[in-house]
């Protein structure tokens, strides 16, 4: 997952706050910036990612061909219902 946000130029960020990374999103350069989340080295947002084993969904292309920067990370237990 890194290294698709990283081709993408995206980059790892969370919530501002004390202790590991809650709330993990991935910035891309044409996206919004929201203020109140930080870039997170990659080390710590892999390792906060793999401590909650969320469901990475994502789409390679899009209908027109051209790369896709949509993903969405969710719960497995709220997939699982």
Sequence with gaps: ???RA??????GRARR???????LRLD????GRARNLV???WDRWLDAFDERKPVFLFQ?????????????LDSPERAAG
């Design 39 to 41: 870039r997170v080295d």
């Design 17 to 23: 706050g004390e202790g590991p990374p809650r709330v």
């Design 1 to 3: 997952m890194g290294r």
């Design 60 to 72: 390679e292309h899009r209908t027109d061909g051209r790369t896709s920067n949509f993903f969405r």
């Design 6 to 11: 990283r081709c993408r130029a995206g980059h």
């Design 28 to 31: 891309f350069p044409a996206g």
